[in-house]
């Protein structure tokens, strides 16, 4: 199992930056790409971010330029630099990892509220 605990969601005007973090534990064998993943009312849940542990990232085009993934594997955390924030950036930001065995095994965070005001 893996325990994925995040924190970082807050209420940020338009324009605003915050940092989302993700702190993972348990058994991290074969954990190799974690990722952001929002979901906002009525929607479904989209990518935002995923990195692998060495370091490869991937962006939805929509924030792209504007947010950073970034990863500590000795810590086996990642983390989320938001900037220049806009109002449809607000959802509930989830995390995820991958454990890529056969099957392969997703595992998600309870989520962090960001909340962009205009």
């Known amino acids: 199992q893996v325990q994925l605990v995040e924190s970082g969601g807050d209420l940020v005007q338009a324009g605003g930056s915050l940092r989302l973090s993700c702190a993972a534990s348990?058994?991290?064998?074969?954990?190799?790409?974690m990722g952001w993943y929002r979901q906002a009312p009525g929607k479904q849940r989209d990518l935002v971010a995923t990195?692998?542990?060495?370091?490869?990232?991937d962006y939805a085009d929509s924030v792209k330029g504007r947010f950073t993934i970034s990863r500590d594997n000795a810590k086996n955390t990642i983390y989320l630099q938001m900037n220049s924030l806009k109002p449809e950036d607000t959802a509930v930001y989830y995390c995820?990892?991958?454990?890529?065995?056969?099957?392969?095994?997703?595992?998600w965070g309870q989520g962090t509220q960001v909340t962009v005001s205009s």
């Open positions: 995820n990892a991958l454990r890529s065995t056969w099957p392969p095994r997703n595992y």
């Open positions: 348990g058994s991290m064998f074969r954990i190799d790409t």
């Open positions: 990195i692998t542990s060495g370091g490869s990232t």
